[in-house]
């Protein structure tokens, strides 16, 4: 076998008239040389699809990345737009494909799951589909489990992933060796941002060892904290859930007298479930995320702002995300700083029931008033609930799009909606950065709005964070259009 350092290829950029830049993704062809058989798509004699009117998508369709554009701005990014071509790289009964799910639960994984395996049974009259358990070490520790539409029939009214998910034992070559000794050729791998990371450093191995085998990344994250898609499956879900635990809260704090229900979601970066449940439920009166500091004491700061609140209404519901301010509870245990979990994600520490404690210390040392505060945690209970019919239709969309891009040849890429339309996005793009909450943006200034809350910012702070983040934007651009 051959040893020689990894070394990933440069970006296959294409650039076309008036600023039009194609980031595109890697392709079987680019590093198998001898001619590689094409065939026609099997879609063609499939009763459901053949009277479709353009049922092909045109191989030359791109998704712009930026659909807000004036009169003279340049074309900007687009990623290969993703759907079924004429001419496929695998026949049916070639294909041996196997599917992992990896990183923390989420609302839809076994949909995916499902559609997977019935779009490439259904589609391409694919039969072996293999599903490995327990995330990337599955690949190399435990048994696998055959597939079949009959096997994954019900399995997306079910929370959670029948394979199995774990954090931690990414070991490239020996995945790589399970993909080779198997006779894998196409592998769909379904996580967040590290599990992409993951999916990037096994296609480089299978590139560098010569193997016809398509890598696919399934992008999922209940934190919608992946970037260039236009949101994450299951996210949906998880707002909905949500309201559930932030009604309650709500009926708990107004059934008595200065009653405060705190609610915590998840959120380990990025703060959209929060902000998206608070501006739904219109019962939230702060919602506190990790993109937007917050302090406690003195003018402008949180308690003034509720015993403002308790004054005026009798009652509050406050909505943390578990992300948010982590740098308080840090600098009270210093010793737990570096805690990760077995994937090296910073371990969090537990904000609401920090949050109630201080909120009721600071009450009971000013002895201005009693308050009744209820602290809700129905984080996992959030993240393992099947998905709604929105996602599970989202879900069979993002299945239909991985299998049409691997049966194609394309490697190498993670698929998702921009701007609505599904693209094939490469790797780098999805692992690069995080997607946050842009407090400088119109939706968190609604979200403000709706609760009324201080923005924790003098106007001098927001100036210049407003320049950091157009800084941080233009610099990314920059990336984008280079
Ligand atoms: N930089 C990386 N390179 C290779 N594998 C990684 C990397 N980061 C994470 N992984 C692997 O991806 C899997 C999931 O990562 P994790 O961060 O737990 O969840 P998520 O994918 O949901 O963000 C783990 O098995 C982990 O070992
Ligand atoms: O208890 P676990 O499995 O470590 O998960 C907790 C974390 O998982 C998350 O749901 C995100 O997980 P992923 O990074 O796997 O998408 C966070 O919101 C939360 O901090
Ligand atoms: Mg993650």
């Known amino acids: 076998m051959d040893n020689s350092p990894m070394t990933a290829p440069d970006p296959k950029i294409i650039t076309g008239d008036f600023g039009y830049v194609l980031e595109d993704v890697p392709h079987l062809s680019d590093y198998i040389h001898d001619d590689l058989p094409t065939h026609p798509n099997p879609l063609q004699d499939n009763p459901a699809y053949s009277v479709v009117k353009q049922y092909f998508v045109n191989v030359d369709d791109t998704v712009a990345q930026k659909i807000v554009v004036h009169k003279d701005s340049p074309r900007g990014t687009h990623f290969r737009r993703a759907g079924p071509r004429q001419k496929v790289y695998f026949e049916s009964d070639e294909v041996h494909a196997c599917i992992v799910t990896c990183g923390g639960l989420c609302p839809g994984l076994n949909t995916v799951i499902r559609e997977i395996v019935c779009g490439l049974h259904h589609m391409y009259g694919v039969t072996r589909v293999l599903g490995i358990e327990g995330g990337y070490r599955g690949f190399y520790a435990r048994n696998t489990i055959s597939l079949t539409p009959k096997v994954v029939n019900d399995i997306h009214k079910r929370g959670g992933t029948i394979l199995g998910t774990s954090r931690g034992g990414h070991d490239t070559s020996k995945i790589v060796d399970s993909i080779q000794d198997r006779g894998i050729n196409q592998v769909y791998i379904i996580g967040g941002d590290g599990t992409q990371k993951g999916a990037s450093v096994i296609f480089e191995e299978i590139r560098r060892r010569g193997l016809k085998v398509a890598v696919a990344g399934i992008p999922k994250t209940i934190d919608n904290d992946i970037p260039v898609i236009d949101k994450s499956f299951g996210f949906d879900s998880a707002v909905e ?235 990314m651009e920059d990336l984008a259009i280079k």
Request: one cysteine or more; glycine letters at 8%.
């Open 241 to 475: 859930e949500a309201q559930r635990a932030i009604r309650a809260a709500h009926v708990e704090s107004e059934s008595v007298e200065n009653g405060i229900g705190l609610v915590k979601l998840m959120g380990r970066h990025s703060g959209f479930i929060a902000m998206y449940a608070t501006l739904a439920s219109r019962d939230v009166d702060c919602c506190l995320i990790p993109e937007s500091p917050f302090y406690l004491e003195g003018h402008g700061g949180l308690f003034e702002y509720i015993e403002h609140r308790l004054k005026e209404n009798g009652h509050m519901v406050i909505v943390v995300a578990e992300g948010a301010g982590q740098e308080y509870l840090y600098e009270n245990t210093r010793n737990l700083d570096h805690k990760q979990d077995a994937s090296g994600n910073k371990q969090l520490q537990d904000v609401g029931f920090w949050l109630s404690q201080k909120i009721k210390d600071h009450c009971s040392k000013q002895q201005k008033m009693t308050i009744n505060l209820k602290y809700i945690d129905p984080t996992y209970m959030i993240r393992a609930i099947p998905s709604n019919a929105s996602d599970n239709v989202y879900c069979t969309l993002l299945a239909h799009s991985a299998i049409h891009g691997a049966m194609a040849g394309y490697t190498g890429f993670t698929v998702g909606p921009v701007n609505g339309r599904h693209a094939y996005i490469p790797f780098h793009r999805i692992t690069e950065r995080q997607n946050k909450v842009v407090i400088t943006d119109r939706m968190w200034a609604r979200c403000l709005s709706s609760t009324n809350q201080p923005s924790f910012f003098s106007p001098k702070q927001l100036l210049e964070k407003k320049a950091e983040e157009e800084s941080g934007e233009n610099h």
